[in-house]
């Protein structure tokens, strides 16, 4: 069973890469996927801390590296989900402690025993993304709706296509505010997928809860009533194939239905 | 005597009125003592009654009263008596007589033994520390004494004893009464709310000044499930170390003054002390102890080459995952704002192993 290495990149940091990569990992081992994940942002770790799993790392990527363990006993296992493993980053190294080769090969023995292996990258285009890329054979490209991350997410893209290996990259659209885009003043999904010319693969809108889940350790996708969740949860389902349409995120657009809308939203809350 | 209420003033080596006076207007400046009741031991000397006037108004000056005049001359008896100061004699006299009276009076001082250890449990300490501490005090406390001639030695296991005493409790109440000149000093009353041991003596100018502070220290268990299990252990807090002395060589300490921040990594062979907080994402290991004056929210390695004898200790333990020597414990998981520590009170507290467990012990002002 070779399971698929799902990385995601974006190019500039803050856009929500850490937090998609626990949100869809811990979604998939929700639908009952054996998910492994791995934090490559060494130095500057944070995975551990959004799956609240930072008290439980003993072992690092870096240990594995330089043989001081087995990969094995580096996966910490998630405290709820016993489908979700962590394979966390070292805080006090940096990015130059694992290569390429080194990240390949994790990746490798990894894909054998996982469905999905999810590779959360860090910011940037050095080493510290190469060693991400590596191993993997897909890519999610998370952007905001935002010229400066839009142009950096377009130079991954074009990283992603000259390199081998990676089949498939898709787009994450992320911190949408339908608000701003009725009032003109946030680009819209269609034109980021314009711009970058690139298949969609999920929107997320902007979540209050996303801000408290990362604070709890807890991701958004354990929460029924976030909005951000439900959308990750949709992400989830389409990397496993599954058809689902983009969730319903716009804000209505006259006065009728505000109010319609409005008294609904009071009716399930 | 053992009371913060009482001060024993040994003068049964001066001769002269001005040797008592210097002595003990020195003993008194020395210490503060104000309030407190004077014992004064004055062993043959003789004083008439300006002498103890003026003593007495030396005591006064000071916030003391003389309480009670300790001699074997009799006209200084009655000089005291005559000034309403209770009078006794010295107590090896006082266990010769009794020796020489009857047979019963094994069992008075058998309850002077009883008491003394009464006092000891009340105090909330270890026995163990007791018996040091008599040992220590041996030639400045009638305590041992008293034990030596109930027919306890202080070496003896403490149940031993209290089969002993205790037996013989009962009987001896109704002797308290009859023996008074003991109780005044030894009334169990004046021990109930003491907090430390502390006999003080002055003789030939020299201040012995042995205070036995043991600290009672709660035993908390660092696992998520026991969070809330706290329970009181009469643990001496300097008496529990193993026999073997910890290996730690106090030159070889590390001294930083500086907070550590996520990412850096302090190693050191020796003992490490660090003056500021350490960050999560930050890590100590040392040979030997750890010390933070601060937050510890990192990884804390004590002993890190195999010492379990290690301890980690700071004024706020919050580490994420604490390592001595190859034990491990980690933060439990209701805990998980690390960057947010919500105590503008700190709580000190030590980290050491227990039965291949890493404990961490209160350490309480008291």
Redesign the interface.
């Known amino acids: 069973m070779a399971g698929s290495v799902i990385v995601i990149t974006s190019g500039k940091g803050g856009v929500g890469k850490t937090t998609t990569s626990a949100n869809i990992g811990t979604a998939l081992a929700l639908m009952g996927k054996k998910v492994a994940m791995i934090d490559t942002d060494i ?2 770790r944070n995975l551990d801390l959004l799956l ?1 799993l ?5 072992y690092t990527i870096v240990d594995v590296v330089e043989n001081r363990c087995k990969l094995k006993q580096a996966l910490v296992k998630d ?1 709820k989900n016993p489908n979700l493993c962590l394979l966390a980053a070292a ?2 190294r940096d990015k130059s402690a694992v290569d390429a080769d080194q990240l390949k090969e994790i990746c490798g023995q990894l894909k054998e025993d996982f469905d999905y292996v999810i590779v959360d990258c860090p910011a940037g285009i050095e080493q510290g993304f190469q060693n991400a890329v590596a191993g993997a054979n897909e890519a999610i490209v998370v952007t905001t709706p935002e010229m400066s991350a839009i142009r950096d997410a377009d130079r991954i893209i074009g990283l992603l296509e000259a390199k081998e290996g990676v089949e498939r990259h898709r787009l994450l659209v992320n911190r949408v505010r339908p608000k701003l885009i009725k009032l003109n003043n946030m680009l819209s999904v269609d034109d980021v997928v314009e711009t970058l010319s690139c298949e969609l693969i999920g929107v997320i809108p902007e979540d209050e809860h996303i801000t408290t889940s990362t ?3 807890d991701p958004a996708v354990n929460d029924n009533k976030s909005l951000a969740g439900m959308a990750y949860m949709n992400v989830a389902k389409r990397i496993t194939g599954e058809e689902v349409p983009l969730l319903d995120i716009d804000v209505p657009s006259n006065i009728f239905e505000k109010i319609k809308k409005f008294f609904k939203k009071k009716e399930q809350g | 005597m053992y009371n913060n209420e009482f001060f024993v003033v040994d003068m049964a080596s001066c001769t002269s009125t001005g040797e008592i006076i210097n002595n003990l207007s020195l003993a008194l400046e020395t210490l503060n003592h104000s309030g407190k009741k004077i014992v004064l031991k004055l062993n043959e000397s003789y004083l008439n009654q300006s002498q103890m006037l003026s003593i007495q108004s030396l005591i006064t000056s000071y916030g003391c009263s003389l309480d009670t005049v300790e001699t074997t001359n009799e006209d200084t008896q009655k000089v005291a008596e005559n000034m309403n100061i209770f009078v006794q004699k010295p107590i090896e006299k006082r266990i010769e007589e009794k020796y020489e009276s009857n047979d019963n009076d094994f069992e008075k001082f058998s309850m002077d033994a009883n008491r003394n250890i009464t006092v000891k449990e009340v105090n909330g300490l270890h026995f163990e520390a007791d018996l040091d501490a008599i040992q220590k005090q041996q030639d400045n406390i009638d305590i041992s004494s008293d034990l030596k001639n109930a027919g306890i030695s202080p070496n003896d296991d403490f149940e031993e004893i209290e089969q002993k005493v205790s037996a013989q409790y009962a009987q001896s109440q109704d002797l308290i009464n009859q023996n008074d000149d003991i109780d005044r000093i030894e009334n169990p009353e004046m021990f109930e709310n003491q907090q430390s041991t502390s006999a003080i003596t002055a003789e030939n100018k020299e201040f012995d000044n042995t205070e036995k502070n043991t600290i009672g220290v709660y035993k908390k268990a660092y696992k998520e499930e026991n969070i809330e299990e706290e329970h009181f252990e009469d643990v001496d807090f300097y008496e529990t170390a193993t026999d073997e002395p910890v290996v730690s060589d106090t030159k070889n300490t590390t001294y930083i003054n500086q907070t550590l921040r ?4 302090l190693e050191a062979e020796g003992n490490v002390v660090i003056i500021g907080d350490c960050h ?2 930050s ?1 100590v290991r040392a040979g030997g102890d750890i010390t933070v004056w601060g937050v510890l929210s990192g990884i804390a390695h004590a002993g890190y080459k195999g010492n379990i004898d290690a301890k980690v200790r700071a004024l706020k333990l919050n580490a ?2 604490l390592r001595i020597g190859n034990c ?1 414990s ?4 209701g805990t ?3 960057y947010i520590i919500r105590s503008s009170v700190f709580t000190p507290e030590e980290a050491r192993v227990v039965d291949d467990e890493i404990i961490l012990f209160k350490i309480n002002q008291n």
Do not use: F
Request: hydrophobic share 20%.
């Open positions: 130095g500057l609240g930072e008290n439980r790392i003993v405290k805080q006090t604070n709890k350790g | 996520s990412g850096q990594v999560p994402g890590e994420i995952q491990y980690r933060r439990p998981d998980n704002i690390p």
